[in-house]
């Protein structure tokens, strides 16, 4: 049946958004509630720990989970060998991490690190000894496993860390990751059994440790660059500055993260069953791109909308400063729309070099904007920046984005404008209410309204300028397209 790929990719779409959905969602309330009972000091010195363990992370990627997606061929001996390589990884970087503290808690000038550095160190080799059959499951589109894991694994981190809080401070946070990587580990086997052996055969991983060395490049781009990044902010403006831009990021990051988890996950395997059918390919990326739009235009209205209602009735006067960056930050991130559309494209057709070197440009500007500018801006630089970068990101992404992006580019443009004008409505009806309602309510009421607003809006939009919601959902829903076609 023509459309089983689609149906397949609707339901592990439906799944993994609830999952992602709510994952956020609790990581956004979790933030703010950690937000108010810790300090900025407290969140500096987890960015720290933190940025020491995804550059050590990334410096070492092997791109294993990515390569048996995409490949057509997998085995016992190719699940085992990644699972070997994993774990190896795993310890390495536990066993650098701990070694290393001092020396990367002085590089931040702040010796206090070296404890949540070595804490946090034992959180990628538990997380190596996941089950690899994992990746099984995302070849297969079967996100409803992997959505139990995803949210008992929040919950577990989000609870240890806020009940912890109040009595061990930012170390609480830190904890919580680990308690969260072990709900991980042991679940990972529930809902993908799988009896793990080392391996070390090297013919049965050529093709994938042949593509996983661009994944591995990807990420060491990534790590270098947020690492250079918080340095930057460290060094040259503290410790507390640091720790407002992770908060603030952090914010500003939830929509693109959420779209790009929920959606792009999703995206990659679907765009890798469909790469041998062009029409088929065409039209999902049209509604990968409409369905983005659908989420990020109005998230981030709202985010820019409610920044400064959030900083003054939720996180309190110790976090003054926050809401100008969260702003700069929210409409950086919006900015790569288009490009997380590409790049699971690129990534399923093996493209993969074309990404790398549209990374590379991107951190380059990014690190480069930051340095020119934290000198006269201060810590609003680190906004700029990501704007900046984000410009260029897209720009290049596009000119190395497949052909099939020439004949929809202008449907997309088109919807774009009016998903936009939609959105920008949508924050003006949530800052109303949030400057009408007082306190943490009225930011609450002014989102609800905002969300509103803004699917009444585009549902009725929809219908009379066929902007591609109801062709997005026929895609993946195909049991909803004679209804959807209907109203």
Same mark, same amino acid.
Request: charge should be positive.
């Given at each position: 049946?023509?459309?089983?790929?689609?149906?397949?990719?609707?339901?592990?779409?439906?799944?993994?958004?609830?999952?992602?959905?709510?994952?956020?969602?609790?990581?956004?309330?979790?933030?703010?509630?950690?937000?108010?009972?810790?300090?900025?000091?407290?969140?500096?010195?987890?960015?720290?720990?933190?940025?020491?363990?995804?550059?050590?992370?990334?410096?070492?990627?092997?791109?294993?989970?990515?390569?048996?997606?995409?490949?057509?061929?997998?085995?016992?001996?190719?699940?085992?060998?990644?699972?070997?390589?994993?774990?190896?990884?795993?310890?390495?970087?536990?066993?650098?991490?701990?070694?290393?503290?001092?020396?990367?808690?002085?590089?931040?000038?702040?010796?206090?690190?070296?404890?949540?550095?070595?804490?946090?160190?034992?959180?990628?080799?538990?997380?190596?000894?996941? !089950?690899?059959?994992?990746?099984?499951?995302?070849?297969?589109?079967?996100?409803?496993?992997?959505?139990?894991?995803?949210?008992?694994?929040?919950?577990?981190?989000?609870?240890?860390?806020?009940?912890?809080?109040?009595?061990?401070?930012?170390?609480?946070?830190?904890?919580?990751?680990?308690?969260?990587?072990?709900?991980?580990?042991?679940?990972?086997?529930?809902?993908?059994?799988?009896?793990?052996?080392?391996?070390?055969?090297?013919?049965?991983?050529?093709?994938?440790?042949?593509?996983?060395?661009?994944?591995?490049?990807?990420?060491?781009?990534?790590?270098?660059?947020?690492?250079?990044?918080?340095?930057?902010?460290?060094?040259?403006?503290?410790?507390?500055?640091?720790?407002?831009?992770?908060?603030?990021?952090?914010?500003?990051?939830?929509?693109?993260?959420?779209?790009?988890?929920?959606?792009?996950?999703?995206?990659?395997?679907?765009?890798?069953?469909?790469?041998?059918?062009?029409?088929?390919?065409?039209?999902?990326?049209?509604?990968?791109?409409?369905?983005?739009?659908?989420?990020?235009?109005?998230?981030?209205?709202?985010?820019?909308?409610?920044?400064?209602?959030?900083?003054?009735?939720?996180?309190?006067?110790?976090?003054?400063?926050?809401?100008?960056?969260?702003?700069?930050?929210?409409?950086?991130?919006?900015?790569?729309?288009?490009?997380?559309?590409?790049?699971?494209?690129?990534?399923?057709?093996?493209?993969?070099?074309?990404?790398?070197?549209?990374?590379?440009?991107?951190?380059?500007?990014?690190?480069? !904007?930051?340095?020119?500018?934290?000198?006269?801006?201060?810590?609003?630089?680190?906004?700029?920046?990501?704007?900046?970068?984000?410009?260029?990101?897209?720009?290049?992404?596009?000119?190395?984005?497949?052909?099939?992006?020439?004949?929809?580019?202008?449907?997309?443009?088109?919807?774009?404008?009016?998903?936009?004008?939609?959105?920008?409505?949508?924050?003006?009806?949530?800052?109303?209410?949030?400057?009408?309602?007082?306190?943490?309510?009225?930011?609450?009421?002014?989102?609800?309204?905002?969300?509103?607003?803004?699917?009444?809006?585009?549902?009725?939009?929809?219908?009379?300028?066929?902007?591609?919601?109801?062709?997005?959902?026929?895609?993946?829903?195909?049991?909803?397209?004679?209804?959807?076609?209907?109203?």
């Amino acid at each position: 049946m023509q459309a089983s790929e689609e149906r397949r990719a609707g339901h592990a779409l439906v799944w993994n958004g609830v999952q992602k959905v709510l994952s956020k969602a609790l990581y956004l309330v979790g933030t703010l509630i950690l937000g108010r009972l810790l300090t900025p000091q407290d969140f500096g010195l987890v960015a720290i720990a933190a940025v020491a363990v995804t550059t050590a992370m990334g410096a070492t990627e092997t791109g294993m989970t990515a390569a048996i997606v995409q490949s057509s061929v997998r085995d016992e001996a190719h699940y085992d060998l990644a699972w070997t390589i994993n774990v190896l990884r795993g310890a390495v970087v536990c066993l650098v991490l701990m070694l290393a503290a001092p020396l990367i808690a002085g590089l931040f000038d702040d010796s206090r690190a070296v404890g949540p550095i070595r804490t946090l160190a034992l959180v990628p080799f538990i997380a190596s000894l996941a !089950s690899p059959r994992l990746a099984e499951l995302i070849r297969e589109l079967n996100f409803s496993r992997l959505a139990m894991i995803g949210i008992g694994t929040v919950v577990v981190e989000l609870g240890v860390a806020v009940f912890l809080a109040t009595s061990l401070g930012g170390i609480a946070i830190i904890i919580g990751k680990v308690a969260g990587a072990v709900m991980l580990t042991v679940s990972s086997y529930v809902v993908a059994p799988h009896v793990p052996k080392f391996r070390f055969r090297h013919a049965a991983g050529r093709h994938l440790i042949a593509f996983g060395r661009w994944m591995f490049a990807i990420a060491i781009l990534g790590v270098a660059s947020d690492l250079i990044l918080k340095v930057l902010i460290s060094a040259r403006l503290g410790t507390a500055s640091l720790g407002l831009f992770s908060l603030a990021d952090k914010l500003a990051e939830t929509p693109n993260q959420l779209a790009n988890e929920a959606v792009g996950t999703v995206a990659m395997p679907l765009y890798a069953r469909l790469r041998d059918d062009p029409n088929r390919l065409t039209a999902a990326v049209r509604s990968h791109v409409t369905a983005l739009m659908c989420f990020l235009l109005p998230a981030t209205a709202l985010l820019v909308a409610l920044a400064g209602p959030l900083e003054k009735s939720v996180l309190g006067p110790a976090w003054a400063g926050t809401s100008p960056m969260v702003v700069l930050l929210a409409i950086g991130y919006l900015f790569e729309l288009l490009f997380q559309a590409i790049a699971p494209l690129l990534t399923a057709t093996g493209a993969v070099p074309r990404l790398f070197l549209v990374d590379a440009l991107q951190y380059v500007v990014l690190i480069g !904007s930051m340095a020119w500018f934290s000198g006269p801006f201060g810590l609003v630089a680190a906004g700029i920046a990501r704007i900046l970068a984000s410009l260029v990101v897209v720009v290049a992404g596009v000119s190395v984005a497949p052909p099939i992006f020439a004949p929809i580019a202008p449907q997309l443009l088109r919807s774009g404008i009016v998903l936009s004008t939609i959105a920008a409505l949508s924050g003006g009806a949530a800052w109303f209410i949030a400057r009408t309602v007082p306190g943490a309510g009225g930011v609450i009421v002014g989102g609800a309204v905002g969300a509103a607003v803004f699917l009444g809006a585009a549902w009725i939009c929809d219908r009379s300028l066929k902007i591609g919601i109801r062709e997005c959902l026929g895609t993946f829903f195909p049991v909803l397209a004679p209804r959807v076609a209907d109203h």
